[in-house]
């Protein structure tokens, strides 16, 4: 069943009474739109009509530099012209695929992985070939052999991935990064949630341990050179601010850059000034940071609820990811069971979840679902889990009695 | 020379003291800030998070209503399913690309042509069949041979071409309508500049005369048939609002409304939110035809004050279009004259166009040039002419005596 099957069947969710954890929303009722209606009066009287006017394609210079600096607070040197300001990650995702997909092309990616990026790349007819994540993010085992089908670059999920909600481990961070640069291999790092960090360390980016190793390599060699790595870093600002806006970030070669600029000038010519000129004066000082350690709380509770609720309420041969950070959590069901029989018995009793197999570019994921804890609240999410728990008890039971 | 080499050439017209007629800026000093301001007050006052939260790929409802309610006043009649808002005209042409062009399709353009849709569609791998334009837009003699090339759609800017600055008579109007559908080929119309006529009368868009020849042809069947119409019509907000919102739209039939929209959904998920918002609170109850009331009389105040300088400033052998409407005009040079040369010669005088060659999908255009009047003040007018017309004089003197 494809994906827009899957989403027609979703669209049942948008009525009221249905508790939906299907969607990778984030919690409305904390946005700071009191800030933002200061912001928006702020850049209308101050920057006045450059606010409406064309602007440039690589975007709003001050919002360039603040994502030079807060990566920089994470220990990668760039500048200015290392990033490209992008209509949101999907368009980020849509240049990497206009940019490095031919017909045909081979690209490496998670099993499962998120929807949108296989939606961006299959209108320019690539071809995946997936690896397994486990606990700890993609498995790496056989991705020496992998790389050697020489795919046009790797695409990574490090943080909480959306959907499985692992996380890569160090290990594998740093195999993944030295692969990529003996074999020559671009590697897309997709990063939406990471400052939606939960428990534990924050692990290194894929782009700074690139960085790190591109030091002890050319060591005595100018810093020009260390721009030639290999990574190329997706931000945004939908999980952590506003995904309304519709505002991300390319961070990446100099040269990559202004690949994507051109490509960029014939997608859209540039992103809305307007819109950069607020977000800007949205997060600056501080503010984005201060916002997010409230909605980091926010989640967490939400994330430990649900987990609770599942302990509590699901049947004990259903097994789940315990995610450190970000949105969503994977439900694996026993092997005998498909998901997307138990979601249309889950929407007769107004809950719902993504299947699993939405999530698979090649096939598989049937027994496995996704659970979005971010935007409903506690109560609800307490009710959801209480009505998803007694679905699948009598399927499970059903199927059970059909073997 | 390719447009790309063009544009670093034109990079020199950011200095502020040449006088640049090469962009297609409209006049930012006339932009209604204040009602801007008003407006995502409103905004965020009175749809709260909703303006920050994700939205439907389609657009917001109330602004696909306005675009329905602004064409019905045109005689055409649609519904908002008709109707998909996009992130400016560019994406609308970039969208057009994804769903009907692969690789060595043809289309059919007007020659020269709008160098946004080169850009989108050469990603694609377009191949251009082009029809020369002369004072009443595109010529049409040779549309029946041509369209017998099975092209996968006809690009016409039937109103103050871009970059020519023509009118597509309405004879021709209605031959391109009767021949697309008759073989039953697309028409992009794209038409951001209808608003902007400074004389003449108002002529129907294809798009109309295609639903008129639908009425005539179906009648007795359904309004629903109506719907198949061969027209896919282009508009924006960036000519008559403000171009830094980034907010065009597309109206065509249902079902290709349905594929722009899944299309589109790898591209960037939706257009902001907020913007949408803000632009709908900006022009409802009737402000944006007062608004376009007042930037017509600038804008036509101009164009009179280019066109004077110009037969007083230029020598007799050069030629130009007198545009009814729109930004641009275009100047045709004695044939043994290259207006890159003079480009060069232009900028050592602080004074910039756009040579003819960088809107020619297939070449040509050597002596031509496009100047745009809508984005400098009266007196830099004046001057820039008065500088083009010594340059120009010195060239063709220089160029007479090489012969």
Known sequence: MGS????????????????????????????????????????????????????????????????????????????????LITSGSQQSLDLVGRIF??????????????????????????E???????????????????????????????NYQNPAGVTLSMDRRQTIVKLARQYGIPIVEDDPYWELRYEGEHLPSLLSLDEEMGRVRFSGESARDLDH????????????????????WIMAPAELIRDCALAKQGMDLHTSMFVQMVAYQVVKDGFLEEHIAQVREVYRERRDIMLNAMSREFPSVVKWTRPQGGLFLWVTLPEMVNSLGILRKAIESKVAFVPGSAFYPDGGGDNEFRLNYSNAKPEQIEQGIKRLGKVLASELETAALNI
């Open 4 to 83: 827009s099957a899957i989403r027609e069947l979703l669209k049942v969710t948008e009525q009221t009474d249905i508790i939906s954890f299907a969607g990778g929303f984030p919690a409305a009722e904390y946005f700071p739109v009191e800030r933002f209606r200061e912001a928006s009066d702020y850049v209308l009287k101050n920057y006045s009509s450059r606010a409406l006017q064309y602007g440039t394609t690589e975007g709003f210079q001050p919002l360039r530099e603040y994502m030079v600096n807060k990566m920089a607070k994470l220990g990668v040197k760039r500048s200015v012209e290392n990033v």
């Open 101 to 126: 997909i031919n017909k045909g092309d081979r690209i490496i990616t998670e099993r499962p992985t998120f929807i949108g990026s296989m939606q961006s790349w299959r209108a320019y007819q690539a």
């Open 128 to 158: 995946f070939i997936t690896l397994p994540v486990d606990e700890e993010g993609m498995n790496t085992e056989a991705l020496d052999e992998t790389i050697k089908l020489k795919p046009k670059f790797m695409y990574i999920l490090p």
């Open 229 to 248: 790595g290999k990574v190329i870093y997706l931000g945004t600002f939908s999980k952590t601010l506003a995904p309304g806006l519709r505002l991300g």
